[in-house]
């Protein structure tokens, strides 16, 4: 075990699990362009009408426009197998079949979300790099748990340089039952043979608080950003302005 601060309060932690979107990379400066880079690809299979750039805002909870997440919406909570099928229906909104629809989203998925686009759009969060090399050092295992596909997680941790301290990623497609649901911490202390009394966890949104407490974890530790303070502190254990206050 090592011994890990926050809030000037100790820990004695085997291991740290991360959320990705809004933890180790900043959500709003990474995803309002890569939705905005979507909204452009449909609209080379598509007439990009006003109603449908709006829809397709208004399903995911995102603001291209006035540059927004919300935090409570499927973007920054759901699945992107979930995702997918709210884009799927926008297409099916203006006329198209299901199915084909479908094929869209799917071209859609390797031109924007398994590209260079993507890659490029990739911004750490402040003080991420320098807390995962601090964490390492003190021989702490670190995971990332999120409700991405794991291979995509991995892929925008290597965009941000944070692989080589990421000692294992779970995606949602990595597990039987996504966030909430305690399967990805589960399957990680598994991996490290440890128990959930022994870790942290870190997120951004009700959904990793609630994570946290089905699992049992020691602490549960939120970070403003598209989800206010005066929320999380509602959930979590404790809530920290920001990551510098985790050593």
């Known amino acids: ?5 926050v809030a000037d309060k100790a820990y004695d932690v085997d291991l740290v699990i991360f959320d990705k979107d809004g933890t180790l990379i900043d959500f709003k400066e990474t995803w309002v362009q ?3 880079s979507l909204i452009n690809a449909m609209g080379t299979y598509i007439p ?4 449908l750039r709006k829809r397709v805002q208004e399903v995911l909870g995102v603001s291209v426009d006035s540059p927004g997440i919300d935090g409570n919406g499927p973007l920054a909570m759901g699945t992107f197998v979930e995702c997918n099928a709210l884009l799927t229906y926008c297409l099916y909104r203006e006329g198209l079949r299901w199915d084909e629809a479908q094929v869209i989203v799917r071209k859609l998925g390797d031109e924007i979300f398994r590209s260079d686009v993507r890659e490029k759009s990739i911004k750490p969060a402040q003080g991420v790099l320098t807390l995962l ?5 003190k021989g702490v295992h670190i995971a990332v748990a999120t409700n991405d596909n794991a291979q995509d997680a991995l892929t925008d941790m290597l965009s941000i340089g944070a692989a080589q301290w990421i ?11 996504s966030k909430p649901a305690p399967d990805m911490v589960r399957k990680i202390c598994e991996y490290f043979h440890v128990g959930p009394d022994s870790a942290l966890l870190i997120g951004d949104t009700v959904m990793d608080a609630l994570l946290g407490k089905n699992s049992g974890v020691m602490l549960t530790i939120g970070v403003p950003g598209i989800v206010t303070r005066q929320m999380l502190e509602k959930h979590m254990d404790v809530v920290v302005d920001s ?3 985790i050593t």
């Not at 075990?1 to 601060?5: E, L, R």
């Not at 990009?48 to 109603?51: H, P």
């Not at 090399?133 to 050092?137: A, C, F, M, S, V």
């Not at 000692?167 to 039952?177: C, K, L, P, R, T």
Request: no cysteine.
């Open 34 to 36: 890569i939705i905005g």
């Open 1 to 5: 075990m090592a011994k890990v601060h």
């Open 48 to 51: 990009m009408t006003d109603v």
């Open 243 to 245: 990551l510098d206050e």
């Open 133 to 137: 090399k601090r964490l390492k050092e």
């Open 167 to 177: 000692d294992i990623v779970v995606g949602a497609d990595s597990v039987e039952n």
